[in-house]
T-cell receptor
Framework: SQTIHQWPATLVQPVGSPLSLECTVE??????LYWYRQAAGRGLQLLFY??????ISSEVPQNLSASRPQDRQFILSSKKLLLSDSGFYLC???????????FGPGTRLLVL | QKEVEQNSGPLSVPEGAIASLNCTYS??????FFWYRQYSGKSPELIMF????GDKEDGRFTAQLNKASQYVSLLIRDSQPSDSATYLC??????????????FGKGTHLIIQP
């Protein structure tokens, strides 16, 4: 069966510090991978998606970036965090050719 | 601009009754529709998906889709206290392999009262 991992589970960072969140999927190959953010009082917002190694599509202009160095690894980064980057960051995967997405446990980020 | 609208609630339903959750979407080209359940502090978990007009049943859950009215709903029969959660409606414009992400509504907070 497929499993998706995210770490860390929670993170408190000062404004201006860098960020690296990691997501890995087990039990499948060539998945589509997604990063979403859920901010307080707002819905889930798609940030990035990837259909393969090194292939990243960005949905929202921001100070975040994503990378996919390996088939089942997806990384979300920032060079300098803003207060507005606080939120619940969710990684999701789907089988190539299927729309249904499955979410990881999420990382709760608080920027102070 | 793809938008998905849901009543934020809270929607309070007595235990054992039918809970009805509604969702409208703006993009007439949308072709696949999903319902997720999210408990407080947890990530969303998939309940059902539906692609075709009509009803789709899975246990106590029934998804209903009306593309002409751009409306999708979720019925929960025999509601249990464990069904208390936020229910997220999500829409994908493409079916058959699109890699685009989902557009989510803000969710409806459902409370099942014992």
């Amino acid at each position: 069966s497929q499993t998706i991992h995210q770490w860390p589970a929670t993170l408190v960072q000062p404004v201006g510090s860098p960020l690296s969140l990691e997501c890995t999927v087990e039990g499948t190959s060539n998945p589509n991978l997604y990063w979403y953010r859920q901010a307080a009082g707002r819905g889930l917002q798609l940030l990035f998606y990837s259909v393969g190694i090194g292939q990243i599509s960005s949905e929202v202009p921001q100070n975040l970036s994503a990378s996919r160095p390996q088939d089942r690894q997806f990384i979300l980064s920032s060079k300098k965090l803003l207060l507005s980057d606080s939120g619940f960051y969710l990684c999701a995967w789907s089988v190539r050719g299927v729309e249904t997405q499955y979410f990881g446990p999420g990382t709760r980020l608080l920027v102070l | 601009q793809k938008e998905v609208e849901q009543n934020s609630g809270p929607l309070s339903v007595p235990e054992g009754a039918i809970a009805s959750l509604n969702c409208t979407y703006s993009d007439r080209g949308s072709q696949s529709f999903f319902w997720y359940r999210q408990y407080s502090g947890k990530s969303p978990e998939l309940i059902m998906f539906i692609y075709s007009n009509g009803d789709k049943e899975d246990g106590r859950f029934t998804a209903q889709l009306n593309k002409a009215s751009q409306y999708v709903s979720l019925l929960i029969r025999d509601s249990q206290p464990s069904d208390s959660a936020t229910y997220l409606c999500a829409v994908n414009m493409y079916s058959g392999g699109g890699a685009d992400g989902l557009t989510f509504g803000k969710g409806t907070h459902l409370i099942i009262q014992p």
